[in-house]
């Protein structure tokens, strides 16, 4: 472990998942935790937007007034935080999300960004880092324009994002092209199966 961060007695067992918009994060987070062959726990992150129809606190995100996320932050309750294309919404993720995996006994799940990844591995060395990425640049498009629920300018936006978060692409320990989703699914679960006898060796 780095910087004297602790979480619990030990090391915690966590995985990031980054990658841009357009990759099929979501989808694919959620299948593996429907699917994973290792105990895993998504941590929920703190925001500090307003919540959307159907979405409730605790379970879909921490939704906290820009004083307490603030406040939370300053206290350095959060492993990292970022606030989302300049918005002025910050998201963070809390270190009790950690916690309450460990005391699962359970890998927790990061879906962050790569700048976020990247504080939380300084912190926790043994953090296995994996990079979602489409086959191709037409691919991240297409997707996105799939979507259908974006204007041409926040598509161009999330482009020019997406040429920036694939320069931090070879900082990560693996990359994994999401072509089908099953198949990105089980190349992460071995992953995080081959880690886990790794740790218990």
Known sequence: MTGGQTVGSAEPRIVVISGPSGTGKT???RRLIETAPVAIVKA???????????????R???????????????EGRFLETAEVFGTGTWYGTPRSEVERAQRLQAWSLLEIDVRGALKVKRQFEDTVMIFL?????EDYERRLRQRATETDEAIRSRLDRMREELRYADRYEFQV????????V??????LRQREAERNA
Do not use: K, M
Not at 133 to 137: C, F, G, M, T, V
């Open 27 to 29: 989808t694919v987070v």
């Open 60 to 74: 879909d995100y921490h939704f906290l007034s820009p004083d307490d996320f603030f406040r939370s932050q300053t």
């Open 177 to 184: 092209i999401n072509d089908d989703v099953e198949r990105a």
């Open 44 to 58: 929920v992150t703190a925001t500090t937007r307003a919540p959307r129809p159907g979405e409730a606190d605790g």
């Open 133 to 137: 990425r489409a086959a191709s640049a």
């Open 186 to 191: 089980a190349e992460i679960g071995g992953i």
